[in-house]
């Protein structure tokens, strides 16, 4: 069983590279708007750019980081391991170009809503896909275009690790919003105390200007995210080590193997909207 991602790999090259969503419709933030930052414009030139030097759909694809077929099975099995089943519905903040949609066409029934900002990422994913009762929408808010209490499961892959910790806990927020009683939300995150991560800080620190955010979390933060927010803490995975329960033989890029448990190499945060909210305390 190996760990996939090395400490140099994992900044420089490897699949933690931004993949930036927002929201609009839904009934979400009214005050959601992130048309001052710049964000959107520069993921979209990044995927531009990327589809200057690369023919093809592998542009687009490798607009997300690599390991496209791993880290997609890796992310689809943790999300049946926590409860996922076919007939539930699934938000997929940041779904880019569908490394875990794709992993997903098998569950018939599933009601999947992915979202991105760039359109070619969206097109590629409906495409490789094919599901036409599935919803891939570009939107350019934190809003999640989803109605109040519908979801089962909301997750957001190698998302929050380039926004700024304000329109993380917008995205949090939605997805209270979004989640029936009980549901989970699920995203993956970098922080100081994994020794693999440290990469990429110093990719950050050497990066040119306009290089896109790395942003590190601490578990501090995410607890007070989820006090104030009203969410419980279900689990907190350390990102190089295995947490997933794996039925298949994972075969990396690079070569490496992967079987039994399994770990993504960003540390995954599960949180649980309460079935029921407490009474405010009288007296």
């Known amino acids: 069983m190996l760990t996939p991602l090395g400490p140099a790999s994992i ?10 969503a927002a929201r609009k419709e839904g009934g979400g933030d009214e005050d959601s708007s992130m048309a001052d930052l710049n964000f959107v414009q520069s993921y979209n030139n990044h995927v531009a750019d990327l589809a200057r030097r690369i023919q093809g759909d592998d542009a687009l694809r490798l607009a997300i980081g690599g390991e496209f077929m791993a880290v997609g099975k890796l992310e689809y099995y943790l999300l049946r391991s926590l409860g996922l089943e076919d007939g539930q519905s699934l938000v997929d903040i940041g779904c880019g170009s569908g490394r875990l949609a794709t992993q997903l066409v098998p569950m018939a029934n599933l009601r ?3 979202t991105d900002v760039v359109q070619p990422l969206l097109d590629l994913a409906s495409r490789l896909c094919g599901r036409s009762d599935w919803r891939f929408e570009r939107v350019d ?3 999640i275009p989803q109605a109040d209490a519908s979801a089962e499961m909301v997750c957001s892959f190698s998302v929050f690790t380039h926004l700024l910790h304000e329109e993380t806990f917008k995205y949090l927020r939605e997805a209270m919003r979004v989640l029936k009683p009980g549901g989970l939300l699920v995203f993956s995150f ?3 105390r994994i020794p693999c991560h440290w990469g990429i800080f110093m990719a950050s620190v050497d990066a040119h200007a306009g290089w896109h955010l790395n942003q590190f979390m601490d578990r501090d933060g ?7 927010l009203g969410f419980e803490i279900v689990s907190i995975h350390d990102g190089d080590k295995p ?5 298949e033989e994972i075969v990396w890029e690079n070569g490496n193997r992967m079987s039994g448990m ?3 190499g960003q540390s995954i945060a599960i949180l649980r909207k309460p079935t029921a909210v407490a009474s405010p305390v009288s007296g």
Do not use: D, K, Q
């Open 243 to 247: 947490h997933i329960p794996i039925p």
């Open 11 to 20: 900044g420089a090259s490897g699949w933690v590279r931004i993949r930036f």
């Open 262 to 264: 399994g770990n993504i």
């Open 222 to 228: 995410i607890r007070a995210w989820a006090e104030n």
């Open 190 to 192: 970098i922080e100081f």
């Open 141 to 143: 808010t934190t809003a």
């Open 112 to 114: 999947y809503l992915g």
